[in-house]
């Protein structure tokens, strides 16, 4: 039996992730955002409600899934209302947070008598729409069970990891290792350049050697025409990387790259770039490009 859903944060990822499951039959019952025009718009386009009061998604709602920008937004929905009513109610978490976070939200989620599961999305907005994101989930097998019937109408691919906070925990270092990845390219892109060589043919280099990577098929020509259109942002990017380094850092482990990066995309945040995609990170390297 299809269940209700509500949404808590409706920007591109949750509103395409919302029109998603509306497509496949389910109910998108109320919808959140601090947005209060982007949450009407959505609900009129899907036929649900847009409601101020967190409180208001939960009664509404048996599944509640939120896609927040971080944790302290995530701490705030759910100290302010969203728990309301929250007894029997599941919870799916995707945001980009750290992993203490999801286990402290775990917790507090069973105090209310709920279910609460870790979703942390390795994809962008297009997968967003078509159902084809990457998930990676953490939190009590049970919970992970409840939830399939809907992860499986949003992902092509769907991990259980473990308890929570494992998820997010691989996810921060899929993002670090991405960024990193994409600061590099961004450089080599950028001396290639200057060097006077042919960046088509350099890009088609690299895809056939030891260069080639996943970022190098999403962002390369991106970076060598300066289309910078945001699906992932910069500032996402130096948030992310300083997820990453902190669990590094309270293991005892030296990251450089993961620093240097990070030191990138927090020049970009600084610059007024932070809206632009990561990709932008070349606007930094490429010779006459830098910002002032």
Avoid: W
């Avoid at 919870?91 to 609460?116: L, S």
């Amino acid at each position: 039996m299809l269940q209700n859903i509500g949404f808590v944060g409706v920007g591109r990822m949750g509103a395409n992730m919302a029109r998603r499951l509306k497509d496949c039959g389910f109910t998108i019952s109320v919808v959140h955002d601090l947005n209060g025009g982007a949450a009407q718009e959505l609900a009129s386009e899907l036929g649900s409600r847009a409601v101020s009061a967190l409180a208001e998604v939960t009664y509404a709602s048996d599944i509640i899934i939120t896609v927040v920008t971080d944790d302290r937004a995530m701490e705030a929905i759910f100290s302010n209302g969203l728990l309301t009513g929250a007894r029997g109610k599941l919870f799916i978490n995707c945001a980009t947070i750290t992993p203490e976070v999801h286990r402290r939200v775990e917790a507090r989620v069973e105090v209310a008598g709920a279910q609460a599961l870790e979703a942390c999305m390795a994809s962008s907005i297009t997968q967003a729409r078509q159902g084809a994101l990457y998930l990676m989930c953490g939190g009590k097998p049970e919970a992970f069970e409840r939830a399939r019937p809907v992860l499986e109408k949003l992902g092509a691919s769907i991990r259980y990891i473990g308890p929570a906070g494992k998820a997010a925990e691989v996810k921060a270092l899929v993002n670090m290792v991405m960024n990193i990845n994409t600061a590099g390219l961004g450089e080599g892109l950028a001396l290639g350049d200057a060097l006077g060589l042919d960046l088509a043919l350099l890009r088609e280099v690299f895809s056939q050697t030891g260069a080639s990577s996943r970022v190098l098929q999403t962002d390369g020509e991106d970076m060598q025409n300066r289309e910078h259109t945001c699906f992932f942002s910069a500032a996402h990017a130096a948030k992310d990387s300083g997820i990453a380094l902190k669990l590094g850092e309270d293991l005892g482990l030296n990251l450089p790259l993961a620093a240097a990066t990070k030191k990138q995309y927090e020049r970009m945040v600084a610059s007024g770039l932070g809206g632009l995609d990561k990709s932008g990170v070349a606007e930094l390297t490429f010779r006459g490009r830098q910002p002032g």
